[in-house]
């Protein structure tokens, strides 16, 4: 069992009216509230809540998204104070942010914080053991076995995240550079990923030094449209990022993950790409991260008054 840091603001024996769900991400933050018997009321989102954004910008969208869900489902922000709340965020585990959340004052009776890695594999999994590969702009492997947590990857481009869509675009740039001088044969494929940013190479370097992983990882569409058409380096791009993923699939599965789930946006084209041995591993999620954290918050508020305080951090080994 991780530490974790507690702060009590409400009586924690009393017993949550709602239940809401929060997905934090570098794109957006979304959020879904249910009554105690888990009937749907309301959804909503707000902006970016990834932890790398601020703390405190984190906890801005937590609350405008479960306010705007609140005021779906015909209730007033101040039921907020009635709900216990589970919240995956990315980036949670950036040095000090754990603890800057726990120290960030909220409008709910209970919260638990968890990687957004965490609530999509319980998502996909009901809460049972298994595992996910998200495959977005960004790449990350989770599996949670027998109370044993395991994460591969996911560390941040460009140091990490093999396999994702921002690593697509950054080979596509580099092959189009060699392209134009020379050190590669140039092919439609790439002469298009010079005229979109270059359109030479001076236009293209001064694109790639201010470009971030999801102006990178914008190119991966156009990338595998080419590689599927047969464009031998898209191929090759694609190739690589499959190898990548294979490992990241092996890996799980070496930790004891019964099932594995590939999500995000990039999984349903990725997928054509993988070996028939790698195939037989994966299962379809039952179900999505906001509902992975849902189950959070009910877990939490099942904990008996000496476990539970306001709000708490959910580790790897929870």
């Known amino acids: 069992m991780s530490q ?8 924690s024996s009393e017993r949550a009216q709602f239940y809401i769900g929060v997905d934090g991400g570098g794109t957006s933050c979304r959020a879904r509230i249910e009554d105690a018997a888990g009937h749907l009321l309301g959804e909503g989102a707000a902006g970016p809540a990834a932890t790398r954004l601020g703390t405190d910008r984190s906890m801005q969208a937590v609350r405008a998204a479960s306010e705007a869900a609140a005021i779906d489902a015909g209730l007033p922000p101040a039921a907020l104070a009635q709900a216990s709340v589970g919240v995956g965020l990315a980036g949670i585990d950036r040095k000090g942010a754990r603890e800057a959340l726990l120290n960030i004052s909220n409008p709910f009776l209970r919260v638990v914080y968890a990687s957004d890695a965490t609530i999509a594999c319980l998502g996909a999994h009901r809460g049972q053991d298994g595992a996910i590969v998200v495959l977005g702009t960004g790449s990350v492997g989770f599996a949670r076995v027998k109370g044993r947590d395991l994460r591969v990857g996911g560390y941040g481009f460009p140091i990490s995240d093999e396999g994702s869509g921002a690593e697509l675009g950054l080979q596509a740039v580099r092959l189009a550079l060699r392209a134009h001088d020379g050190r590669a044969t140039g092919t439609p494929f790439l002469f298009e990923v010079m005229r979109r940013l270059g359109p030479d190479a001076p236009g293209l370097v001064a694109w790639a030094e201010r470009a971030t992983a999801t102006e990178y990882a914008s190119l991966a569409p156009i990338i595998l449209s080419y590689a599927e058409a047969g464009d031998p380096f898209a191929q090759q791009i694609v190739t690589e990022a499959v190898r990548h993923v294979d490992v990241l699939i092996r890996a799980l599965v070496e930790f004891g993950a019964p099932r594995i789930s590939l999500l995000g946006g990039l999984a349903p084209r990725l997928v054509r790409w993988l070996s028939p041995e790698i195939l037989r591993f994966l299962s379809p999620p039952e179900a999505d991260a906001v509902a992975g954290a849902l189950l ?16 708490r951090v959910r580790g790897h080994a929870d």
């Open 4 to 11: 974790s840091k507690q702060m009590s603001k409400h009586n």
């Open 296 to 311: 959070l918050a009910r877990r939490e508020d099942a904990l008996p008054p000496s476990r539970s305080g306001n709000a």
